[in-house]
């Protein structure tokens, strides 16, 4: 119970020190920066790889995204274990 105190208290910290690093440094880029992270999303793969990034676009049978590194990926459905968009916030909301 407590480390889920902690954890909630940790993000909130920095979520208030990147908003006030933002508005002293100037907001266009670094707030594009930090909205990637937070919406970043996570793709489970059957060989045991995962996927970090961003997904673009999904059809029926193709997902198509870039990660973190800049690499552009089209894994197939049939190929994913678990999709998690929104990583970040999906791992908040089950602390609280």
Known sequence: MYMKKIILIAVTGFIFFAAFYFFVKGPEKKLL??????????LYLNDNEVIRGW??????????????TQEIFNVTRSDCKKIYRNALFEYLRNLI
């Open 55 to 68: 997904i673009w676009q999904e059809d029926e049978e193709i997902i198509y995204g870039e990660t973190e």
């Open 33 to 42: 920066t930090v909205w990637r992270f937070l919406q970043k999303d996570v």
